[in-house]
């Protein structure tokens, strides 16, 4: 199974430093399936080749094949396609050995992560049942010029007729990333037998990978249903969070935090706000919580400080945001024991998701006011009726305090992104609500130095059950 990467910009060999490869010695990695190897069949300053060579193990395959029984002395369980058919096997291993290029980090150049070169990937065999129609409704729409060579069943019987499968060839400008990340989705949609077990991990790995690109793809239907071996459950809940009219986080990221920050910045409030709600945790007696909305990270971090927190689960819809988190967090370095008691996962608030069920607390900072009415209603259901925490700390901002703010303009809300923002009235009536809906019981705090008439900056609910 191969895959080659060539890149014609001088200097070529920065696809090297892009890939973290050394073009100057052969890199090999052990996998599940058998080994990959990654060497430069040329890297000279005017035209550098990357090979990706998998060397699949039939037998192993058999040895370690999971999932329904079935007449595991079948001859085609050891003589298959599998060892040189680019599959699901190649996307593994591309997130296996060059992960870190796939997520756009390059520590020596930094600047070429977002500047599309002129690449051309080779396949040198790919299975495509619906021709090669099918192999350019997957490529084309994303702006590769696509060449799909077929080859013969048998070249020494040619009345046997052409095959299903195919050299592939594609070329266009375009970041080292994303290319890394077309491959690893579209690969295996053409894959009849996709490899692993396909669960609700597959949903955030597809959305991570088709994040700016799979939204708007002509095909998205067909690309989310076989991907996910057209696990319907699966599929719905990937078409939902990609239709999610939410918008787009990653995109306005900075401009949608600036402002809000700029204003509270004097009075410290972020600061205190998360030692609130850590502190509210602790007093309930929480030992795995789940922080919705987590952000680039910030509370986690705080609870990454008190042994108390056990488990620790931080959800976000922005995969850039949750980046952003694992850098701060200094995830990749980060001993052992504690990188157990932590983990970040992509999702939505507005779906059902069992991975957020049965925490002792939720936490949901500064993040109602950004949902607009449907889709709050939408949250209250997912966390309240579905994932049921027992403990829940919500804050928002008190609108009241507002004319405090010698910056913010009369009538205008702390951040540009916000949908409401609620006086203490307004808070406590429809938390009360809430609480008794669900069966919780609530109780209000101030979060910040408390004025006679306006009352704190924040303020923060405390549900329990």
């Not at 239709?243 to 920050?261: G, I, M």
């Not at 980046?323 to 980060?334: G, N, P, S, V, Y």
Request: glycine share 6%.
């Amino acid at each position: 199974m191969l895959l080659t990467i060539t890149n014609e910009r001088t200097p070529a060999t920065d696809l090297g430093y892009l890939l973290h490869k050394s073009p100057e010695r052969l890199h090999s990695f052990s996998l599940a399936y058998g080994k990959a190897h990654i060497f430069y069949p040329e890297a000279t300053p005017e035209r550098c080749t990357v090979a990706l060579l998998l060397e699949i193990d039939p037998i192993g395959l058999v040895r370690n094949r999971r999932g329904p029984s079935g007449d595991n002395h079948s001859l085609e369980h050891y003589v298959n396609d599998r060892p040189y058919v680019a599959s699901s096997f190649l996307s593994v291993a591309l997130a296996r050995v060059l992960g870190t290029a796939m997520a756009g980090k390059s520590k020596h150049r930094a600047g070429l992560v977002d500047e599309p070169l002129p690449l051309t990937a080779k396949l040198a065999v790919i299975f495509s049942r619906g021709g090669e129609e099918a192999i350019r409704k997957l490529f084309a729409p994303l702006g590769y010029e696509v060449k799909a060579e077929r080859h013969p069943l048998d070249e020494n019987f040619p009345e046997w007729g052409q095959g299903p499968y195919y050299a592939l060839e594609l070329r266009k400008e375009v970041t080292v990333r994303e290319l890394l990340n077309h491959l690893y989705v579209l690969i295996p949609v053409l894959d009849p037998d996709k490899h692993y077990w396909v669960g609700d991990d597959e949903v955030d790995k597809l959305l991570r990978k088709g994040e700016g690109w799979l939204k708007t793809h002509p095909e998205r239907d067909y690309i989310v249903r076989r991907y996910l071996k057209r696990r319907g459950r699966l599929t719905r809940m990937a078409l939902a969070r990609l239709v999610d009219e939410t918008p787009d986080p990653d995109a306005e990221l900075e401009k949608k935090t600036q402002q809000e920050e700029e204003i509270e910045k004097p009075l410290k409030l972020h600061e205190q706000r998360l030692n609130a709600v850590a502190e509210k945790l602790k007093e309930a007696g929480a030992q795995r919580v789940v922080d919705l909305g987590c952000g680039e990270g910030k509370l986690l971090r705080a609870l990454l400080k008190e042994k108390q927190f056990k488990e620790i689960f931080g959800m976000d819809v922005s995969y850039r945001s949750l980046e952003i988190a694992a850098d701060r967090l200094k995830l990749e370095t980060m001993p052992p024991t504690q990188k157990k008691r932590i983990q970040l996962v992509q999702g939505s608030l507005m779906y059902r998701d069992k991975r957020i069920a049965g925490f002792d607390g939720a936490t949901v900072v500064e993040v109602i006011e950004h949902l607009d009415e449907p889709r709050l209603a939408a949250f209250e259901r997912v966390l309240f009726d579905f994932a049921k925490p027992s403990t829940v700390v919500i804050t928002t901002p008190n609108s009241e305090y507002n004319v405090k703010f010698e910056t913010l303009p009369a009538g205008q809300m702390r951040h540009k992104d916000h949908r409401f923002e609620w006086t203490r009235a307004q808070f406590q009536d429809w938390a009360t609500a809430l609480a008794a809906r669900y069966g919780y019981t609530v109780s209000f705090f101030p979060i910040g130095d408390e004025d006679q008439v306006v009352g704190a900056p924040s303020q923060m609910g405390v549900f329990q059950r």
